[in-house]
């Protein structure tokens, strides 16, 4: 789908923005999904060094108080991501069997959870 296509979702959903001299750096996206937080973090390459594990840690503080559990699925072609997953307290609860496509190529996916 092109990006001019996409409406990002406005219910059941939140999002924190990092911000570093009034230029945006990064987004948490928190989806509601029963009881707990489905999240998705992106930190703009030219802050990552600097500032991703500062928001990261800012931006699952902010999770747990609005959840008992944070969830998040990564496909394994994403070491990077799923490290700094791992880096942030989630842990391995399972694995999603073929269920990441990218350039072809099938990929498992991890899920993981923080309390």
Do not use: W
């Not at 072609?77 to 391995?92: M, R, S, T």
């Amino acid at each position: 789908m092109p990006p001019e296509e996409f409406d990002p979702p406005l219910t059941d959903c939140e999002y924190l923005a990092g911000i570093v001299d009034g230029e945006p750096m990064a987004l948490m996206v928190y989806h509601n999904v029963d009881d707990r937080l489905k999240v998705h973090v992106q930190v703009l390459p030219d802050y990552r060094h600097e500032y991703a594990s500062l928001f990261g840690a800012a931006a699952m503080d902010y999770g747990k108080t609005k959840a008992s559990e944070l969830y998040a699925e990564i496909p394994v072609c994403y070491p990077n991501v799923l490290q700094f997953a791992y880096d942030h307290g989630f842990e391995d609860i399972g694995v999603k069997e073929m269920a990441y496509t990218k350039r072809g190529m099938n990929y498992n996916v991890i899920e993981l959870r923080c309390n």
